[in-house]
């Protein structure tokens, strides 16, 4: 998360990524926290959301390997 963070973030600002919701890999919403505030920033350039989907599939799948050889 702070590696997309900090890509999508370019001043010296604080932001506290809550989440992520990506519909259909064509448009994503990115909820973040700034300075106590939720604020959303939604996602329309097309290979974003599929790069941000594809993130996550490769989190989980990494998360699952590593549940599976405790």
Same mark, same amino acid.
């Given at each position: 998360?702070?590696? *997309?963070?900090?890509? !999508?973030? $370019? #001043?010296?600002?604080?932001?506290?990524?809550?989440? %992520? !919701? %990506?519909? #259909?890999?064509?448009? $994503?919403? !990115?909820?973040? /926290? /700034?300075? &106590?505030? *939720?604020? &959303? !920033?939604?996602?329309?350039?097309?290979? %974003?959301?599929?790069?941000?989907?594809?993130? %996550? *599939?490769?989190?989980?799948?990494? $998360?699952?390997?590593?549940? #599976?050889? *405790?």
């Amino acid at each position: 998360m702070d590696v *997309l963070t900090e890509a !999508l973030f $370019s #001043n010296n600002t604080k932001y506290n990524v809550k989440g %992520i !919701l %990506i519909r #259909n890999g064509e448009e $994503s919403i !990115l909820i973040y /926290e /700034e300075k &106590g505030a *939720l604020k &959303g !920033l939604i996602i329309r350039i097309p290979f %974003i959301p599929i790069i941000q989907r594809r993130m %996550i *599939l490769y989190f989980i799948e990494k $998360s699952k390997g590593k549940v #599976n050889t *405790l």
